[in-house]
């Protein structure tokens, strides 16, 4: 087991007791706030919150566990990542650290490696990696040329199933869009995706066929019922506005299923007016930004020789403002797309507050990693402290934003339904055969 600050009582029914929650993370409490953290105790009873109370109020007969102004999270949404090509770094490594680098090196990796075997494996690495961190809810996209996308879909639904008691698992087909002028792959993508419950994805390119590829993917979505998550702008070119072209293919087509953009990093490098309409027209469309602060800031601006001169990151607050969904993820992990990660959430909040400037104040930001993935992903029973909702809960010894920010919190403790699981760590070892030591 790995080194817990606390044992919570093993009992049918105890209380986690002088708790500190994230207020934008707790369903109908009411408790003054300071920096946006509420004290309360929380009861549990057979792996369910039965009640959220101020401090000292819940019964004096019940198995406690004083946290002494210890946090208290709900488990983590993930809401974009990329678990088929997790963990390749060691066996096809990105030879610049540069976009054109990752594509080239996951190109020939793919089509090398990527047997069912070799994707299930890696990708239950993963799995088991974000579980031991407290995540509950993951969306991964997964490349979708042919004929990966039956060997991938099918591994993944096999992982759905095996995971749906740990991890909820939502998959995404990705694919260049160029493709769907191939009309028979594009309709077998199409049947798959929706065979096994899928997204379409995509990833988009100003090109002149733009808006005609938009418009056969909401129709090939609207006319099977699914909903739509696309790589959108991953370049510091700011002549790339298909986030704008999104937006109006969404509103010229009265798509009303859920489309998700992630990425969108041209979106800082245009000028204001230019920035300010298409942002605007993401909130009339409802589409929902996703950013991946961690791998943006690897791949964005990295040139030879030359220090990057910005973060690579998209208008974040500047969306939110503006009513759009925002969240942050993980995206990739140990690929030649990003070195390294572990699937943390706890890692993925703490640099998004850094590089997003998150903080000052950080009142509402522990939504970006619970709440607002969770619904954006339509599970808004996930991602939140509720009565009524299982006790999928992760504790931390830190009482106040300074010390989790500032500890990799590797002394937290999971809850699922009320009970510890074990945090160990898979080993990198058991890797090997796959992906070399």
């Known amino acids: 087991m790995t080194y817990s600050f606390i044992s919570p009582p093993n009992a049918g029914r105890f209380v986690l007791s002088n708790a500190t929650l ?5 369903a109908e409490y009411h408790a003054p706030a300071a920096e946006g953290l509420v004290k309360a105790d929380i009861v549990i009873t057979d792996g369910i919150i039965s009640a959220v109370l101020p401090p000292g109020e819940a019964p004096v007969e019940f198995a406690k566990s004083d946290l002494k102004d210890g946090m208290v999270w709900p488990c983590f949404a993930d809401m974009h990542t990329h678990l088929d090509k997790g963990h390749i770094w060691p ?34 690495f993963s799995l088991r ?6 995540t509950s809810l993951i969306r991964t996209h997964l490349d979708s040329l042919a004929p990966q996308h039956r060997i991938s879909f099918e591994a993944f639904a096999e992982l759905r199933d095996v995971w749906k008691d740990r991890i909820a698992l939502q998959a995404v087909a990705l694919f260049p869009m160029d493709d769907m002028v191939d009309t028979a792959y594009f309709a077998d993508l199409v049947a798959v995706v929706r065979d096994k419950g899928g997204l379409m994805g995509g990833v988009t390119r100003m090109n002149p066929d733009l808006d005609s590829q938009l418009d056969t993917l909401f129709k090939a979505a609207a006319d099977n019922g699914l909903d739509v998550d696309l790589h959108v702008d991953e370049t510091d070119d700011p002549t790339a506005e298909t986030l704008k072209a999104i937006a109006e293919a969404v509103l010229r087509n009265r798509f009303d299923g859920k489309v998700t953009a992630g990425h969108c990093c041209s979106l800082a490098r245009q000028d204001e007016e230019t920035a300010k309409r298409t942002v605007e027209l993401v909130a009339r469309a409802g589409i929902s930004i996703v950013s991946l602060p961690m791998c943006n800031m690897y791949l964005q601006d990295r040139y030879p020789g030359r220090t990057a001169r910005w973060r690579g990151v998209t208008l974040f607050k500047e969306l939110a403002v503006a009513g759009v969904a925002t969240a942050v993820a993980s995206d ?18 703490r640099e998004a507050v850094r590089i997003l400037h998150l903080d000052h104040p950080l009142d509402t930001a522990a939504r970006v990693v619970t709440t607002s993935p969770a619904d954006i992903l339509g599970r808004p029973d996930m991602g939140r402290i509720a009565v009524g909702a299982a006790a999928d809960l992760v504790l931390f010894s830190a009482r106040r934003w300074s010390e989790f920010l500032s500890r990799p919190q590797s002394d937290r403790v ?13 080993d990198y070892r058991e890797l090997d055969s796959v992906v070399g030591a």
């Open 22 to 26: 994230p207020a934008v993370a707790v």
């Open 91 to 124: 066996r096809n490594a990105n030879p610049d650290g540069t976009f054109m680098g990752a594509l080239e090196a996951v190109r020939a990796d793919r089509e090398a490696h990527w047997s069912a075997a070799d994707v299930r494996k890696r990708m239950e």
């Open 332 to 349: 990739n992990t140990r690929d030649p797309f990003y070195a390294y990660g572990d699937l943390d959430p706890v890692e993925v909040f």
């Open 414 to 426: 999971v809850l699922r339904r009320g009970k510890v699981i074990d945090r160990s760590l898979p």
């Open 129 to 134: 990696s974000a579980y031991a961190h407290g």
